[in-house]
């Protein structure tokens, strides 16, 4: 069983950055895709980066291609996600995710397919 926790979120301005970090218990086997999720009030749970373990490929929500980088430190199990120019619309509980599997493209639209789960952390930008 995999326990996972977030830190790092805070309030912000727009145009600010933030970094995010999930640490796991124990290492992730290499074919396991790591993601991070977001869920603002009243709205769906929404796939904002994966990356898989082992061969390090990444995928993108659109709306944050080029400003969010997903990355980890295998060494320490930890997972990172780096926010630059935070907007508005970016403001949300961010949780970090686990999916076992033999993973070619981690899937981001499919949250149900994820195993492990931490507890969140929020994440506020003002305009």
């Known amino acids: 069983q995999v326990q996972l926790v977030e830190s790092g979120g805070g309030s912000v301005q727009a145009g600010e950055s933030l970094r995010l970090s999930c640490a796991a218990s124990?290492?992730?086997?290499?074919?396991?895709?790591l993601a991070w999720f977001r869920q603002a009030p009243g709205k769906g749970r929404e796939g904002v980066a994966a990356i898989i373990a082992g061969a390090g490929r990444t995928t993108y929500l659109d709306s944050v291609k080029g400003r969010f980088t997903i990355s980890q430190d295998k060494a320490k199990n930890t997972l990172y996600l780096q926010m630059n120019s935070l907007q508005p619309e970016d403001t949300g509980m961010y949780y970090c995710?686990?999916?076992?599997?033999?993973?070619?493209?981690?899937?981001?639209?499919?949250?149900?397919?994820?195993?492990?789960w931490g507890q969140g952390t929020q994440v506020t930008v003002s305009s």
């Open positions: 995710a686990v999916a076992r599997g033999n993973w070619d493209n981690c899937p981001l639209r499919q949250y149900y397919t994820y195993d492990y």
């Open positions: 124990t290492y992730i086997i290499s074919t396991y895709c």
